[in-house]
């Protein structure tokens, strides 16, 4: 009971304020204005702190932002430039070896010009070595040559092999075209009751003789020697005077030679 007197009361008063309100000229909005402004007295709105606390917020990502772009960045910048020093000694690298492979290829080109004129004076030398000769006395008929008062120089006209041409079928001397080591052979043949006796001469100087006797029937002799020659010496037969050899187309009496190896 007390209770709804004392509710009573309130409204009343609650009344009473409002037409004292009407009644000094408030209206509706005033009323409605001054609600708001007690209601805003009393909570307070809270939309600067949300502000305040969204825009701390939006700065405090966009720094976390910018860092992690700055950063990767730096990581970017690190690894660019790591990758040119590495491109850089690469192509140092590269640059060094063309001209290791330029210079080996020069060297190899080099190797095989050498090579190659090498061989081309090797074959002018190897052609300059290839000296031989051999001969027999006629080249038809049948016959005795000699005797004679005094030695004379055998001519070996039936050629048959005369590589460098060192040898001259008409004069019957070989002349040395280099310096070497050659060797000769002389065979002899003839008839018996006359001596048979010929020698290889070398400039001028008797060095072997092939030489037989045979009181009748036929005789046969051989004999040879490596000689030393120097360019332009000469070799050839001679026939002792008073001595007699006999020839035909079975070629019994023959001269052969040939370089073993040059000499410096």
Do not use: W
């Not at 048959?160 to 280099?178: D, E, K, Q």
């Not at 030489?211 to 036929?218: F, L, P, V």
């Amino acid at each position: 009971m007390k209770g709804l007197v004392c509710l009573l009361l309130l409204l009343e008063t609650f009344v009473c304020v409002v037409q004292h309100q009407v009644d000094g000229g408030l209206n509706e909005n005033e009323i409605s204005q001054q609600l708001r402004s007690e209601d805003g007295r009393q909570n307070p709105p809270q939309t600067d702190t949300l502000r305040d606390e969204a825009s701390t917020d939006s700065q405090q990502n966009y720094h976390l932002c910018f860092t992690d772009i700055h950063a990767a960045l730096r990581e970017l910048t690190a690894t660019v430039t790591e990758q040119k020093v590495n491109i850089r000694e690469l192509t140092a690298t590269v640059t060094e070896q063309k001209t290791i492979n330029r210079e080996e290829l020069n060297k190899k080109n080099d190797e095989i010009s050498n090579l190659t004129l090498g061989q081309v004076e090797l074959r002018k030398e190897n052609r300059d070595r290839e000296i031989a000769f051999s001969a027999s006395l006629m080249q038809s008929g049948s016959g005795h040559i000699g005797p004679f008062t005094t030695d004379i120089t055998l001519t070996y006209r039936n050629v048959f092999t005369n590589i460098g041409n060192a040898y001259n079928p008409i004069t019957g001397v070989f002349t040395a075209p280099l310096k070497g080591a050659y060797m000769f052979r002389i065979s002899i043949h003839g008839h018996g009751g006359i001596l048979a006796t010929v020698s290889i001469v070398k400039n001028g100087e008797h060095t072997v003789i092939a030489h037989d006797i045979q009181a009748q029937d036929r005789l046969n002799s051989s004999n040879g020697v490596v000689l030393i020659l120097e360019v332009g010496d000469v070799v050839y037969v001679r026939l002792e005077s008073g001595t007699r050899i006999a020839d035909s187309q079975s070629n019994h009496n023959t001269f052969s030679g040939f370089l073993l190896f040059p000499l410096r």
